[in-house]
């Protein structure tokens, strides 16, 4: 498909003095369309938008120059055509003009060409009629003396001035389905503005105007409290030992069930009822000049005071740090610093009766083994005494070593003597005076031994002989000894009693002491207001949601 140019077209013409010949000085014939041949053409010195004639050349001498431009149809069928293009139509539409310009005899150069040239006769190529029906009726408004060539296509004409029309009272289908339509929107707005309003009033009712009582409560009834915050820890004693039990020793673990104890027992009507009687709790909250919501009647009762107690007492145990937080809330700074100061002292106090029982417990045991142990050694001690005393000998047992040494002394003297009669009587004519010195010493050692054994005999014999009373001193001694051990045990456990008992001391360290606020700590105005503003909304909300879900039951 080949397009024209838009670029205008001349041709140059050189003047007579120029090197070039005479006749090429001459115009020459520029092919085209045939409307172009008749067209001036145009002086190059000219100004833009002027046509240099034949004069005009002639004026301006031999320096003049023409040419041919484009004529007006050429440059509105460029510009139509450019028009068309950017219609953005559909090859299947450019076909159908192309087939519609051919059964109208028409020659087109392109498929856009096809759609100007239809529509410069007046054809629409795209309207919806049957595209084969060629025959164009014959238009009704063309006044009868005016005479129509066969294939022109008929364009509504003038009304005369003289008659005047007017418009019909029936409504077209689609005049009659706008107005329908126009209705149903104007009855759904009015049914919007309606909903709307009623909801609007619902929502000032239960959510607006709660929230604006709500707020002017908190921003100019509600009395300004005055919190003192404090923070204490409940610490157990240095443990030197390296079991396994140490090594939870220091911790927050080790300490917890203290903490949580302290913290229910400051939670506790005990501690609100202690507070009220030291230092007078309901008795501050009950002046005339705290508002109404936060004031306790006259005649409240110790219930009443206790959930008093709980809202403006709040403490917290921290497991991560072990750390007991307490904020104390009152009308009057200083009051609530000494609250807070109070019943700090009241968990000290609870702190050191936490384990004073089981370490009193754990001494009374240890105390009594150990005087049982010393009475049981005194009453061994005594009668080993006894037994001493009644055999009216300290050592038993050296005395009867002593009569077996003597013994056997004797008779290893009572052998020599033997031994020297039998030398002597082994003489034929022995000396009788020394054999009568010999048998007498034999004699009398005889009779020391048989002395001797006797005694030995009596000290080893009966209930009280010496043997029964060694017997008898050495379990004694053996008695001593156990409870000499006993007691050594005794003494041992109590001292580690004494030890055990105070590691388990506890104690209560305050890391931030109560301060005096000097603003106040609530109402928080904007806070609670907004939360009262979530809340009435969540109410209404789920009312609305249970009433639609009823309403949908019922009508199902």
């Not at 060409?113 to 007046?122: C, M, Q, S």
């Not at 309003?197 to 959510?207: A, E, I, K, N, P």
């Not at 030992?241 to 069930?257: P, R, Y």
């Not at 054994?453 to 001193?473: F, H, P, W, Y």
């Amino acid at each position: 498909m080949t397009m024209k140019p838009k670029a205008k077209k001349f041709r140059i013409r050189r003047s007579a003095s120029s090197a070039a010949p005479p006749e090429a000085a001459t115009p020459r014939a520029v092919p085209g369309p045939p409307s172009a041949a008749s067209t001036p053409q145009m002086d190059p010195s000219a100004p833009q938008g002027t046509n240099a004639g034949p004069e005009q050349s002639q004026a301006s001498g031999n320096k003049v120059m023409a040419g041919m431009v484009s004529s007006r149809r050429e440059t509105n069928m460029d510009t139509d055509l450019d028009a068309i293009r950017k219609e953005g139509l559909t090859g299947r539409q450019l076909r159908m003009a192309r087939r519609l310009a051919q059964k109208h005899g028409l020659s087109p150069t392109s498929d856009f060409d096809a759609v100007r040239l239809l529509r410069t006769k007046g054809i629409d190529p795209f309207q919806h009629a049957n595209m084969l029906e060629l025959v164009v009726p014959k238009n009704e408004a063309q006044p009868a003396g005016v005479p129509t060539a066969p294939g022109t296509v008929q364009l509504p004409q003038t009304i005369p001035a003289g008659k005047t029309t007017l418009p019909s009272t029936e409504l077209s289908p689609a005049e009659r389905r706008a107005r329908e339509i126009r209705e149903i929107q104007r009855d759904i707005g009015r049914r919007r503005r309606r909903r709307l309003g009623l909801l609007l009033g619902r929502l000032s009712f239960f959510v607006f105007a709660p929230t604006i009582v709500a707020g002017y409560y908190y921003y100019s009834v509600a009395t300004p409290m005055y919190s003192s915050k404090s923070e204490f820890l409940v610490l157990k004693a240095d443990s030197a030992s390296g079991a396994v039990g140490g090594l939870f020793s220091g911790t927050q673990f080790a300490t917890s069930q203290d903490s949580i104890a302290v913290q229910s027992y400051l939670e506790s009507k005990e501690a609100m009822l202690r507070l009220d009687d030291e230092i007078g709790f309901a008795t501050h909250f009950k002046q005339e000049w705290i508002d109404p919501i936060q004031r306790l009647n006259p005649e409240a009762s110790n219930e009443e005071a206790y959930k008093t107690y709980g809202r403006n007492v709040k403490i917290g145990y921290d497991p991560t740090e072990g750390v007991v937080r307490m904020e104390v809330t009152a009308a009057d700074p200083d009051v609530a610093a000494a609250f807070s100061r109070q019943l700090i002292s009241y968990a000290q106090e609870r702190v050191n009766n936490l384990s004073q029982q089981k370490r009193r417990d754990q001494m009374a045991d240890a105390e009594a083994t150990l005087s049982d142990a010393e009475a049981k050694r005194r009453e061994a001690q005594q009668q080993l005494v006894i037994l001493q005393q009644q055999g009216s000998v300290l050592d038993p047992e050296g005395v009867i070593a002593s009569l077996r040494s003597q013994i056997s002394t004797f008779e290893l003297q009572l052998q020599e003597k033997l031994l020297e009669l039998a030398a002597l009587q082994d003489n034929s004519r022995p000396n009788r005076a020394k054999v009568a010195g010999v048998e007498g010493d034999i004699a009398r050692l005889e009779a020391v031994i048989a002395q001797l054994n006797s005694k030995m005999l009596d000290a080893s014999a009966g209930e009280n002989s010496l043997a029964n009373l060694r017997v008898q001193i050495q379990m004694a001694q053996a008695d001593l000894a156990t409870r000499d051990l006993i007691l050594q045990s005794a003494l041992q456990q109590v001292d580690t009693t004494r030890m055990e008992a105070n590691r388990q001391v506890r104690y209560l360290t305050t890391s931030v002491a109560p301060v005096a606020s000097e603003e106040p700590s609530y109402p928080r105005k904007f806070e609670n207001t907004v939360l009262a503003f979530l809340i009435f909304s969540g109410i209404y909300l789920m009312c609305s949601l249970t009433a639609s879900i009823l309403r949908e039951q019922v009508s199902s």
